[in-house]
């Protein structure tokens, strides 16, 4: 009795240090642990042990889930854990939309040798050049959209 006692407070010790320990491996084990303590009630105590004792791991894993999903992200010490806060940049500039540029004067911010930045309408962009290298302030015009650059070819 001591043992299957034992196997599943060692089981929820895990499943607990699994909520601090990012990865799955210690609720594996802690789940396995229950689980043998499972087993070895119904070695034990027969086929109402095992289900008693399965029932307390299966009520036991409930409430630790609803613990750790529910409560203690609104606990004083679960807010330390928990990320709350959210970035609204973007780590690239947003691309051209083609109606918009295709057509227009562009002039090269820096050497197309043959990609580089051109500025179309006060707008930054990268851009590849047709037409080879480009001198930076060289004029050039807008002939297309890729995924993320402008082509560019020379006036």
């Known amino acids: 009795m001591t043992l299957i006692l034992t196997l599943f407070l060692v089981g929820i010790v895990m499943l607990a240090a699994d909520l601090f320990i990012s990865g799955l491996l210690l609720a594996i084990l802690g789940g396995l642990t229950m689980l043998a303590a499972t087993v ?15 029932g307390a ?9 609803y613990l ?18 959210t970035v609204s940049g973007t780590s690239q500039p947003l ?3 083609a ?3 295709v057509g227009r004067p562009a002039a ?6 043959p990609s580089g930045l051109v ?11 047709q037409s080879g290298l480009a001198e930076k302030g060289t004029a050039l015009h807008v002939v297309g959209v890729d995924n993320f650059r402008l082509i560019v070819k020379k006036s």
């Not at 070895?40 to 289900?51: C, I, K």
């Not at 090269?108 to 040798?113: D, N």
């Not at 500025?119 to 050049?129: H, L, Q, S």
């Open 95 to 97: 691309p051209a939309v």
């Open 40 to 54: 070895l009630a119904y070695r034990d105590f027969g086929f109402v042990g095992a289900m008693l004792s399965g």
């Open 119 to 129: 500025i179309v309408d006060g707008r930054r962009y990268e851009a590849f050049c």
């Open 57 to 65: 791991a299966t009520g036991l894993l409930a409430v630790a889930v």
């Open 68 to 85: 750790e999903l529910v409560w203690l992200p609104k606990s004083r010490f679960g807010r330390g854990l928990v990320v709350q806060s």
């Open 108 to 113: 090269a911010e820096t050497t197309l040798a």
């Open 99 to 101: 109606a918009e540029v």
